[in-house]
């Protein structure tokens, strides 16, 4: 997810950094990290560039700054369900490359003097181990159909060479019982 200045609270030219970068290709669809409606969208030429609010289903505001122009596909007040693309990563605004900046703000997006980010890093590494746990699970089933296939595979082959008493296993294993040269 970046080094450390891409940190949240990492410090900046005058103020402090209150997100996540993530570098990422220009283009790279972004999608909503859950269901909820855009709560504003807008263009700042000297900060953020084109960004996305989104207000989700668990009463926080995700927000998704330097998108490529021409990439947002919603609209103030649309609502959006998890896993919808809703822009592209892009340069826009005060930006050294393509990335996106991403928030996460608890208590709504400047919805008071109280109210402020928090570090997302958390939220996007929980989401990465989902993501790897779910693909362990597929990991494990598929060592243990390949197991059952290579046992079948063992008992099909000494099937042949203690009951059929053919050469078939000094074939496949011709290291244990080499074939007489000549």
């Known amino acids: 997810f970046g080094g450390d200045d891409a940190r949240f609270g990492a410090k ?6 209150q997100g996540q970068d993530i570098t990422a290709a220009s283009g ?6 859950r ?10 030429a000297e900060g953020a560039g084109f960004y996305l609010v989104l207000h989700a ?7 998704f700054m330097h998108l490529k122009n021409g990439t947002l596909l919603v609209d103030k007040g649309d609502g959006v369900t998890a896993g919808q693309q809703i822009a592209a990563v892009g340069n826009s605004g005060s930006s050294d490359g393509p990335h996106l900046h991403f928030e996460i703000w608890p208590d709504g ?5 109280k109210s402020k980010p928090i570090d997302p890093l958390p939220d996007l590494l929980a989401k990465n ?5 779910q693909l362990k699970l597929v990991h494990e089933a598929l060592n243990w ?15 042949h060479h203690f009951v059929d008493r053919d050469d078939v296993l000094k074939r496949m294993l011709p290291f244990v019982h080499p074939r007489p040269k000549g």
Request: charged share 20%; net charge neutral; aromatic share 12%.
């Open 12 to 17: 900046r030219n005058g103020h402090i950094h």
């Open 129 to 133: 181990k989902e993501l790897g746990e």
């Open 145 to 159: 159909t390949l197991a059952v296939v290579v046992a079948i595979h063992v008992a099909a082959a000494l099937r």
């Open 28 to 33: 790279t669809p972004i999608v909503a990290p």
């Open 109 to 113: 997006w400047y919805s008071s003097k």
């Open 35 to 44: 269901t909820g409606f855009i709560s504003w969208r807008a263009y700042q």
């Open 57 to 63: 289903d668990d009463e926080r505001d995700y927000v």
